[in-house]
Nanobody, 124 residues
Framework: QVQLVESGGGLVQAGGSLRLSCAAS????????MGWFRQAPGKERDFVAT????????DYADSVKGRFTISRDNAKNTVYLQMNSLKPEDTAVYYC?????????????????WGQGTQVTVSS
């Protein structure tokens, strides 16, 4: 089992920045890719970013490329999502997820564990 806890969400004005963190505990000795997803009210959960175990491979949704950066610190069992130039359409609950034994993936059904989510609200 892997437990994931997100933090760092909040209210920010358009153009501002936030840094989300996702701390993993439990079965953290296994290699796993990590991903960030988001879900706005009344919408499906969408892929945001993913990173390989080594951190050497990343992928992003087109809507966040150039604005968001995913990174990880395996010594701290933590993955980060740096969000810059935030827009009102970035408002959503952001979830981190772990895919054990897999490379980075944009497909939510390939993730085995999910956090509870953290709210990000961007005001115009």
């Amino acid at each position: 089992q892997v437990q994931l806890v997100e933090s760092g969400g909040g209210l920010v004005q358009a153009g501002g920045s936030l840094r989300l963190s996702c701390a993993a505990s439990g079965r953290t000795k296994s290699s796993y890719a990590m991903g960030w997803f988001r879900q706005a009210p009344g919408k499906e959960r969408d892929f945001v970013a993913t990173i390989s175990w080594s951190g050497g491979t990343t992928d992003y949704a087109d809507s966040v490329k150039g604005r968001f950066t995913i990174s990880r610190d395996n010594a701290k069992n933590t993955v980060y999502l740096q969000m810059n130039s935030l827009k009102p359409e970035d408002t959503a609950v952001y979830y981190c997820a772990a895919a054990l034994g897999l490379g980075p993936t944009i497909r939510p059904y390939e993730y085995h564990y999910w956090g509870q989510g953290t709210q990000v609200t961007v005001s115009s």
